[in-house]
């Protein structure tokens, strides 16, 4: 019963959300990171992902249909919470070596970060709220 009341309590606290948008800010970072990596491979495509529409996807805000899974077995269709991100990839242009535009990567390094960093504080705060009312401290 205490196991579902916790759950309960963070599932209203919002650190589900908090936790999604933390793994897809980590998805879309090591993208990044493998896309600046790659500036001067010929013929790499960089990879990247709707940050925003896969976060509306993981958290049940979509407005595609989603099949519904009642097995274990069951493969997620459509736009389904637990189906992994969509990497988008980047064509290659004729003449060019690859599709890594590094002042793009960088800025998008820079805006990561400050996503990262802003869900952990908030997170941060959940949890010394849900403390502060466990505690009454």
């Known amino acids: 019963m205490s196991q579902d ?16 948008y933390l793994d897809l800010t980590s998805v ?5 990171s493998s896309n600046v990596a790659n500036v001067s491979t010929p013929g790499y495509k960089s990879s990247s992902i709707d940050f925003q529409q896969e976060f509306n996807k993981a958290t ?23 189906r992994a991100p969509k990497i988008d990839r980047a064509r290659v242009q004729a003449g060019e070596m690859n599709s890594v535009d590094i002042d793009t990567e960088m800025s998008n390094l820079a805006k990561t970060e400050l996503q990262f960093s802003t869900a952990a504080k908030l997170l941060q705060l959940k949890f010394q709220g849900l403390r502060k009312a466990i505690t009454s401290k």
Do not use: M, Y
Not at 9 to 18: E, H, M, N, Q
Not at 28 to 32: D, E, V
Not at 63 to 82: C, E, F, S, V, Y
């Open 60 to 82: 049940g805000e979509s407005r595609h249909i989603a099949g519904k899974i009642t097995d274990n077995n069951h493969i997620a269709l459509g736009q389904h919470p637990d």
């Open 5 to 20: 009341f916790a759950n309960i309590i963070f599932a209203k606290s919002g650190v589900p959300k908090l936790k999604k």
């Open 28 to 32: 879309n970072h090591r993208l990044t």
